[in-house]
């Protein structure tokens, strides 16, 4: 399983904002989404073309479209709960991944 950096600014912001955690625990728990994920990947200047193709015909935000793009370079499937990405194919139910 691996992940873009964004998701990692995902994660930190929902620690921050809703966990209760101090900051070093934030820090560990996000040392161990890299452990699990490993280094994040970053977008390239194609992935941020794709992505803005992808959000314009989806009517996705950039931000979402970003993880789609990323998956489709990679020719991986991308795992997510968010029905923007999961109606128009874009990405799979945890479900549908082990189906």
Known sequence: ???TSLAFYE???ILTRHSGLEA???GAALGLLEDIC???IELTSADRQSAAALALEHKLT???ASYAAV???MGR???SADGDL???KLGVTLQEAFA
Do not use: S
């Open 71 to 73: 998956a489709r370079r």
């Open 77 to 79: 499937r991308l795992l």
């Open 1 to 3: 399983m691996r992940t």
């Open 86 to 88: 999961i109606v128009p």
């Open 62 to 64: 950039f931000y979402d």
């Open 24 to 26: 070093v625990q934030i």
């Open 38 to 40: 490993g280094h994040p």
């Open 11 to 13: 994660v930190g912001n």
